[in-house]
């Protein structure tokens, strides 16, 4: 099954879905499977796409416009494909950059491996400064580290519930009083647990 996202950043009406939703259209999306936001990209809630990533099924094919569309940077976005890889479904860019993107066909999957390793590349090099600072700051006496939101018991029941298809993730952070970005820093639109929660739980 094909599913489409499609987003615009104003919702004061000078911008509007028409382009992108026609493009979706044309592409074999039925208007049943398109899903939509009015919000900017670096904002990270976004129901529609939210509910989209919860809809999608092993087999499926997500369909974008372009892909800004999609990521909030270049490492949302990769995290997002990986994800969507992980669970066996596809992305089709439509226009733009990367309108060679087809994670379906071998070609496509080559071209975002490039987008990966240049995203691996932006980490290591914030992980090696990252050390860096540490090491300095343990040469001065000082020590830190990351502390998590969430405890053992928490991941798993997040985990839980964002397998659930029917929860509700504003009322799930809520109930665990974090954010949205935290909620996803440890699990993923369909349950999975990130590597942040993996961390926690070997903590």
């Not at 919702?11 to 939703?21: F, K, N, P, V």
Request: charged share 25%.
């Amino acid at each position: 099954m094909n599913l489409g996202y499609a987003r615009i950043s104003k919702a004061d009406g000078s911008q509007t879905l028409d382009l992108q939703i026609d493009a979706l259209t044309a592409a074999g999306v039925a208007q049943e499977h398109l899903y939509q936001d009015e919000a900017s990209g670096k904002r990270d809630d976004r129901p529609g796409l939210e509910a989209c990533l919860k809809a999608l099924r092993e087999g499926d094919a997500l369909y974008i416009w372009k892909l800004d569309r999609l990521g909030r940077d270049l490492k949302h976005l990769v995290n997002t494909v990986r994800g969507l890889s992980d669970r066996n479904i596809g992305l089709c860019v439509l226009t733009g950059q990367g309108a060679n993107i087809d994670t379906t066909t071998a070609s496509g999957k080559l071209i975002f491996g490039i987008f990966a390793a240049l995203a691996e590349f932006e980490g290591d090099l914030i992980r090696e400064r990252t050390m860096a600072g540490l090491a300095a700051a343990r040469a001065r006496g000082r020590h830190g580290g990351r502390k998590f939101e969430l405890t053992k018991n928490q991941i798993r029941l997040a985990q839980s519930a964002m397998a659930n298809r029917d929860t509700h993730v504003a009322q799930l952070c809520r109930e665990l009083d974090i954010s949205r970005a935290t909620l996803y820093r440890y699990i993923g639109p369909d349950g999975a647990l990130r590597s942040h929660a993996l961390k926690a739980l070997e903590a």
